[in-house]
């Protein structure tokens, strides 16, 4: 079983930064795969990074390469996705998710194939 909470999310004006945080609560000796998506109203969801159990392998998204990072410290079972040089169109609601996995080095990119979702933390950015 897994329970996600997100953290971190506010209001920014364009240009600026922000690190958002999920805190994963699982079973002791699972391994993780975890990724963001967004969603903004009237949009489809859209992936946002991957990153393995291990953190060994990641991947971010066409719309967010060069400006955010996904990083996780296990020992916290924390994954963070920091924001920068952040616009408009990166204004949505945040979803952290997970999947058990077997691999250290998996990685998934599909929404479908996450298996616990935290209820979502909102980004505004606008002047």
């Known amino acids: 079983q897994g329970h996600l909470v997100e953290s971190g999310g506010g209001l920014v004006q364009p240009g600026g930064s922000l690190r958002l945080s999920c805190v994963l609560s699982?079973?002791?000796?699972?391994?993780?795969?975890m990724a963001w998506f967004r969603q903004a109203p009237g949009k489809e969801r859209e992936l946002v990074a991957v990153?393995?159990?291990?953190?060994?392998?990641?991947d971010i998204g066409r719309s967010a390469k060069g400006r955010f990072a996904i990083s996780r410290d296990s020992a916290r079972n924390t994954v963070y996705l920091q924001m920068n040089s952040l616009n408009p169109e990166d204004t949505a609601l945040y979803s952290c998710a997970a999947r058990e996995t077997r691999t250290a080095a998996d990685i998934y990119y599909r929404a479908e194939e996450y298996h616990y979702w935290g209820r979502g933390t909102q980004v505004s950015v606008s002047s």
């Open positions: 699982g079973r002791t000796g699972t391994m993780y795969s």
């Open positions: 990153i393995s159990p291990s953190g060994s392998e990641r």
